[in-house]
């Protein structure tokens, strides 16, 4: 069965603290792992697609990694208007080929 | 308008009540999906309808009704809910759901329902 496990469930940091949000999947046949952006009472905005290991992808303070099992958001000095809860997502080869989503990384940034 | 647009915004409705949620994507995306999304927990996709017919029926329970009477339009009738239905149903386009494919997910702000 596909699943996706994000960590941790909350984090804070001060402006300019770097740090790196994990999200470990397992999934049959990847087809992409995705991360998705949420600001309260805002539904989920996309940021990145990864489609295989050793790939990444960067925008702006945001660089997205991908291995075998786990993908990493690392956060480079990130800045208070960075505060959102973060989703990954896996889209694997079986059934309709569905986003499976994990639960979240709540990100506080503190000036 | 551009993008996904969800109304209402919120809706608190009794046990008996009936009620409709709408979705409208004004992108030209022929995919579009409801996802519940409660506290703590990942979002749970419950309806998916590709070229306006129906490919996802995720086990949800019939008091929760879709119809998708083109692709530009998608509703979700609720009847008789329970409280644990509280949460925030968001809808999302995307331009295919192929298996193959990967493709991204435009979501709407979200609908947030309280039952009483």
């Known amino acids: 069965e596909d699943q996706v496990t994000q960590s941790p469930e909350a984090l804070r940091l001060q402006e300019g603290e770097s740090s790196s949000l994990n999200c470990s999947y397992t999934?049959?046949?990847?087809?992409?792992l995705f991360w998705y952006r949420q600001d309260p009472g805002k539904g989920p905005e996309f940021l990145f697609t990864l489609y295989s290991a050793g790939e990444e992808k960067e925008k702006e303070r945001l660089k997205a990694t991908l291995t075998k099992k786990e993908s990493f958001l690392h956060i480079t000095a990130p800045k208070p208007e960075d505060s959102a809860t973060y989703l990954c997502a896996v889209r694997g080869s079986s059934n309709t080929g569905k986003l499976i989503f994990g639960q979240g990384t709540t990100l506080q940034v503190k000036p | 308008e551009t993008g996904v647009t969800q109304t209402p915004r919120h809706l608190v409705m009794g046990m008996t009540n009936k009620k409709s949620l709408k979705c409208e994507q004004h992108l030209g995306h022929n995919a579009m999906y409801w996802y519940k999304q409660s506290a703590k927990k990942p979002l749970e996709l419950m309806f998916v309808?590709?070229?306006?017919?129906?490919?996802e029926n995720n086990s949800v329970p019939s008091r929760f009704s879709p119809e998708c009477p083109n692709s530009s339009h998608l509703f979700l009738h609720l009847h008789t809910l329970q409280p644990e239905d509280s949460a925030l149903y968001l809808c999302?386009?995307?331009?295919?759901?192929?298996?193959?494919?990967?493709?991204?997910?435009?979501f709407g702000a979200g609908s947030r329902l309280t039952v009483l």
């Open positions: 999302a386009s995307s331009t295919g759901m192929s298996v193959g494919g990967a493709n991204v997910l435009t």
């Open positions: 999934v049959s046949g990847l087809r992409g």
């Open positions: 309808y590709s070229l306006e017919e129906r490919v």
